[in-house]
């Protein structure tokens, strides 16, 4: 198991994502051992037990938050416990092997505590999963999404969707899930809705990421050593010399007013 240092430092790295902290069980002896498992009746001892499999020598870790927080924080620790078994030769990651995986299954929305509204997790285009669109506005949350990530050896290499091709799904969305109002929709996306009404086929697609992919292919650490063209730190484009001066007349054609902060002079005394 690990020692205290290296729990301390894990918390630590946790911490850093948007951790509150990271709490342990340690598996030694037979004998849980954790500052929180005064808190476990042996019912939910057992049923840990059970779910997790735990034996000798095992570490359950924890994270409390929101559900999705909390995965991405698991997440994070995963990978690192991985890189670090793998430092101390207690884990061998194939070198030569592509992995894939896709996610599928997304929730179609995601809930703005603070707005108080429901917004697309993808794109208000997504369609939703068949079988979930009666719970739309009855059980919103439940609702999954048909968008779909493609990834390879923990890498995200792309990603789509399948879009919505019926006017009543999408215009329920955008007025009663979305609470955009109808006259706003129908400016904005009246258009589409229009076409729906002739009859649209199921339409979608995916996107990869070319110089991820290269990178891959050519076990390069950074997407930067197989772009034709990398930006510096700065953003600077040194092939093109950009970004560079805009005439005065194309600023005040496209209405825009720059307004530069002048430094400061430092007070002397």
């Not at 603070?114 to 009855?138: C, Q």
């Not at 999404?145 to 493609?150: A, N, T, V």
Request: charged letters at 25%; proline letters at 6%; one cysteine or more.
């Amino acid at each position: 198991c690990v020692t205290q240092g290296q729990m301390e430092t894990m918390t630590d790295y946790a911490k850093s994502f948007g951790a509150k902290g990271l709490a342990y069980i340690k598996v030694e002896n037979g004998e849980w051992k954790s500052p929180i498992v005064k808190f476990f009746s042996e019912t939910e001892k057992k049923a840990l037990q059970e779910k997790l499999s735990i034996e000798e020598g095992d570490l359950i870790l924890f994270a409390a938050d929101e559900w999705l927080n909390a995965c991405e924080i698991l997440g994070k620790i995963r990978l690192y416990c991985a890189e670090k078994l793998s430092e101390m030769g207690k884990l061998t990651i194939p070198a030569d092997q592509f992995n894939f995986l896709w996610v599928v299954d997304f929730p179609l929305l995601m809930f703005d505590k603070e707005m108080n509204r429901w917004y697309s997790g993808h794109h208000p285009f997504t369609s939703p999963v068949a079988e979930d669109i009666p719970k739309l506005t009855s059980d919103t949350k439940s609702v999954r999404g048909q968008h779909y990530d493609m990834v390879v050896n923990g890498v995200e290499l792309g990603g789509g969707s399948i879009r919505i091709h019926n006017r009543d799904v999408q215009k329920t969305i955008f007025e009663e899930v979305l609470q955009i109002p109808p006259d706003v929709a129908q400016e904005r996306f009246g258009y589409m809705l229009e076409a729906f009404r002739y009859g649209a086929p199921p339409h979608g697609g995916i996107a990869l990421g070319f110089d991820r992919l290269i990178a891959m292919l050519c076990k390069a650490e950074s997407i930067r050593e197989v772009i034709a063209f990398p930006k510096t730190a700065k953003g600077a484009d040194l092939m093109s010399n950009s970004p560079g001066s805009v005439e005065p007349k194309q600023m005040r054609d496209l209405h825009i007013n720059l307004r530069i902060p002048q430094p400061q002079e430092k007070k002397t005394e």
